[in-house]
């Protein structure tokens, strides 16, 4: 099954700096890799999503990069403001399968 | 409904005792997964119901968890015996699914806590 690892499990950044957080997986079919937030004692939520087809995208401060021969891609959150601050899951699927997360990394963001 | 609903939103128990966690997904959604969320961790699936066919129990832990889905809608996750180490927020969450895309863009919900005493 697919395997997804993702660094660093903690980040701490200053207000206005840049933040990019990793992940890598193992199926070479997983085609789907979203990236979720989850702020303190809420519920996860779609922030943004890439599909293989495409190699970057981007969405205001954030955007999200695939290198589908490393098996690697990353969040990259640009201008950091404290309600940035948060738990991020990146994940991968394929067509048959469902999403398999990674463990999630805290950003804090600093004022 | 409007979003992913989940009752109850805190569970206090004793150990030894069942406990049942209800979902009832977005209306129209024929995916629907149950996740568990220890203090601090990241997201341990379950299981996933996807319309009518077998569920995929790979993630369950032990045979003391069970989960059902009624009519494709509303599901019920069922610990038996409950052990100290279940306490953790269980998340469910549903998604149309597009087998041939993969894309598979999940709604959870609040969550349930659960804390066994």
């Known amino acids: 099954g697919e395997n997804v690892e993702q660094h660093p499990s903690t980040l701490s950044v200053q207000e206005g700096d840049s933040a990019v957080i990793k992940c890598t997986y193992s199926d070479s079919a997983s085609n789907y890799f979203p990236w979720y937030k989850q702020e303190l004692g809420k519920r996860p939520q779609l922030i943004i999503d890439i599909r293989s087809n495409v190699g970057e995208k981007k969405d205001q401060r954030i955007a999200v990069t695939l290198n589908k021969t490393a098996k690697h891609f990353s969040l990259h959150i640009t201008e950091t403001q404290p309600e940035d601050s948060a738990v991020y899951f990146c994940a991968a699927s394929s067509p048959w399968s469902t999403l398999t997360f990674g463990k999630g990394t805290m950003l804090l963001v600093s004022p | 409904g409007a979003g992913v609903s989940q009752s109850p939103s805190n569970k206090v128990t004793e150990k030894g005792k069942d406990v049942e966690l209800r979902c009832d997904p977005i209306s129209g959604h024929t995916a629907l997964y149950w996740y568990r969320q220890s203090l601090g961790q990241g997201l341990e699936f379950l299981i996933y119901f996807q319309g009518n066919s077998a569920p995929d129990k790979s993630g369950l832990p032990s045979d003391r968890f069970s989960a059902e889905r009624t009519g494709g809608s509303v599901s019920t996750l069922t610990i038996q015996r409950t052990q100290q180490e279940d306490s953790a927020v269980y998340l469910c969450?549903?998604?149309?699914?597009?087998?041939?895309?993969?894309?598979?863009?999940?709604?959870f919900g609040a969550g349930s806590r659960l804390t066994v005493l």
């Open positions: 969450a549903s998604s149309l699914v597009s087998g041939i895309s993969g894309a598979n863009v999940l709604t």
